[in-house]
């Protein structure tokens, strides 16, 4: 992306706030002035009672969306707004492949676990000699 076309390239990580709840949506967009696409509300409101399934079409949504982004080669990242309510998030990532149920199975690697989702199942990385002057054999 560029900024204000000055020329300045800086990457792009897209933000997502997953639908949860009709009300909450609602109270969103009212303190935000902000509207939701049309699109989205004609698929909420013959649901708008049924908390369970505004948050599975929410995840459903978000997991397809996510997944455009990502394919599309335009962002770096996505950054989640979860506003103290995981559990989408959780399955979002679940999804995408991007969540371990373990996280103490990525600690045997001596190196902490990767954010980025293409490195998520690395197991294996370089050693930068530049930065290690002298081998692992004369260490000891």
Known sequence: MTAGGLGLLFPSCQEI??????????????????????????????????????????????????KELLNSGLVNGLHFYTLNREVATISILTELGMWCDDPLSLKTLPWKA???????????????????????????
């Open 17 to 66: 706030l997953p639908i949860q709840g009709y009300r909450s949506l609602h109270n969103l967009t009212k303190l935000s002035k902000l509207e939701v696409p049309r699109n989205i509300m004609d698929a909420i409101l013959p649901i708008k009672d049924d908390d369970a399934a505004i948050q599975k079409f929410g995840i459903s949504f978000a997991v397809n969306m996510c």
């Open 114 to 140: 990767p954010a980025s989702h293409k490195r998520c199942a690395e197991d294996v990385r370089p050693i930068f000699w530049a930065q290690r002057p002298k081998s692992y054999i004369h260490r000891y």
